[in-house]
């Protein structure tokens, strides 16, 4: 029998493998703390919704998927001062 596949579990794990790479990035420019933020913000939105699907009630459900959310916020914002903080290479023309 074939599994349906989860859209919400796979993209968040996609997501989670591009925030792994971005962070590799950051440690290569020498920006340790941005990356360690990231990676572990970035990382647990995955975990939370992996952990939702186990859920013990749909309240409980709901509430991992809020601490997901919020997470996704966190790394919206830690994405927006990575992008600040890069020269912007376009003005040199």
Known sequence: METARNEMVALSQE????????????????????????????????ANIHEAQSAESRADFIYKLKIAHNEVREREYGLKRVKASKPNHSSTT
């Open 15 to 46: 997501y989670a493998l591009m925030i792994i790479d971005c962070t590799e990035e950051l440690v290569a420019l020498r920006k340790y703390v941005i990356a360690k933020q990231l990676l572990q913000s970035g990382t647990s939105i995955a």
